[in-house]
């Protein structure tokens, strides 16, 4: 089982769309989460942390569910400018602190 | 400007030439990594450094060394290239704080081995 997985997708939704993804991760003592965003031969960028009650930043949302290893990302209102990869992030304790990457999903909003 | 640099952006090269990848940082952190990245397979990582004196092996280190010439900057060299080399490379830079803090990267170095 890989450590950290994500759909790949594509997601193709239309404008306006609510669309969520989920991330799973093997290691139940990862410490904390995080969405990056990546456009396409771009470098990733941060777009949220995840924290255990949830946080929310305009049309973004970011849930942890501890018990079943999985963060999610709820977009709201999908805009052209949201098509792109979300890499899922996750880091390890310790003092290399390692980080894992997903994959990523890709999502591709539709006029 | 950039926080963080790298150069070249783009390289093609033959099988067996040596290539070095440069990064600088203006951001005054300590930790720094290389990665590559490859279509499904996500970001792995090369190699990774703490400090001046401080260079770690990442998941995939084989047929890369680094060095670490000062805090702002980490170069990562390929000896003798190889096809299976050829991937997109990321270099990137991490603050300190209680979960480590977001990681800042490079605009990317696109590598070709012919």
């Known amino acids: 089982r890989k450590e950290v997985e994500q759909d790949p997708g594509p997601f193709n939704v239309p404008e306006g769309a609510t669309v969520a993804f989920n991330c799973t991760y093997s290691n139940s003592a990862s410490q904390s989460f995080f969405w990056y965003r990546q456009d396409c031969r771009k470098e990733p960028k941060l777009l949220m942390s995840v924290y255990s009650s949830g946080n929310e930043d305009g049309r973004f949302t970011a849930q942890l569910n501890r018990a079943s290893q999985y963060i999610s990302l709820l977009i709201r209102d999908s805009k052209l400018s949201d098509s792109a990869t979300y890499l899922c992030?996750?880091?390890?304790?310790?003092?290399?602190?390692?980080?894992?990457f997903g994959t990523g999903t890709k999502l591709q909003v539709i006029p | 400007d950039a926080d963080v640099t790298q150069t070249p952006r783009n390289r093609i090269t033959k099988t067996g030439k040596r290539i070095m990848l440069e990064c600088s940082q203006t951001?005054?952190?300590?930790?720094m990594y290389w990665y590559r990245q490859d279509p499904g397979l996500g970001l792995r990582l090369i190699y990774y450094s703490f400090d001046v004196k401080d260079i770690n092996k990442g998941e995939i280190s084989d047929g890369y060394s680094v060095s670490r010439q000062a805090q702002a900057k980490f170069s990562l060299s390929l000896e003798s290239a190889i096809p299976n080399q050829t991937a997109l490379y990321f270099c990137a830079t991490r603050g300190t704080g209680r979960d480590g803090g977001e990681l800042f990267f490079g605009e990317g170095s696109r590598l070709t081995v012919l």
């Open positions: 951001k005054g952190h300590d930790r």
């Open positions: 992030v996750v880091n390890m304790p310790g003092g290399y602190q390692k980080v894992t």
